[in-house]
């Protein structure tokens, strides 16, 4: 499925140098290498994550576009801020529960779409829900596509784990970041502390 995102989101523009003076509109990137590759993070001097995810090919450069649009805000390479890019190697490690409390900040989306992902983080790990589910956890049980809608654009996979969210026969549906990933990220998460060990992309499961 391919989802246009319409949100209230701060954007900034790219520096690669690590000298910049932290300042009030000063975000720090990090990459994570995963099995299913680079991971890029970006977080505020809080350690409250912004944004999370793949981009590349399979993701067409949302990430990039998203963050290249404010002149007034720069994006600094950091190492480990504050403790994320260990927490989530950790998670891809086999740890599931290491990205559990992550803070995230909510300078992105309109208040129906951070609705929806608060209701994502409740979701537990080696479980799924499917957007009628959520529809009806934050009080909008009308609200089936426009859930589809938001899920699609959270700005911060995996931590707020879009890719629990399934059809509601139980058939696995569109993901920001490839359904290779999605698949291996459930997998992951139903087999703890063995799943990292699947080459990419992963297999679906086989037939019950």
Request: glycine share 10%; net charge positive.
């Amino acid at each position: 499925m391919t989802t246009t995102c319409t949100t209230t989101t701060t954007t900034t523009t790219m520096s690669t140098t690590t000298r910049t003076a932290p300042s009030a509109d000063t975000l720090f990137i990090d990459l994570v290498d995963t099995p299913l590759g680079p991971f890029k993070l970006i977080a505020d001097r809080a350690g409250r994550l912004h944004a999370a995810g793949w981009d590349d090919e399979h993701t067409n450069g949302r990430m990039e576009r998203a963050y290249t649009r404010n002149p007034g805000v720069v994006l600094v390479r950091a190492t480990d801020p504050g403790g994320l890019t260990t927490a989530v190697r950790a998670y891809f490690a086999g740890d599931l529960d290491a990205i559990a409390d992550l803070p995230v900040a909510d300078a992105a989306g309109t208040p129906f779409q951070r609705a929806v992902w608060s209701a994502l983080r409740t979701i537990p790990c080696g479980q799924t829900r499917s957007y009628g589910d959520i529809a009806r956890q934050i009080g909008r049980p009308a609200a089936v596509r426009a859930v589809g809608l938001a899920n699609g654009c959270n700005p911060i996979g995996v931590i707020v784990p879009c890719h629990r969210v399934i059809g509601a026969s139980g058939k696995l549906v569109g993901y920001g970041g490839g359904m290779e990933r999605k698949r291996w990220l459930l997998a992951h998460e139903r087999r703890a502390g063995t799943a990292q060990e699947l080459p990419f992309p992963a297999p679906p499961p086989p037939p019950a």
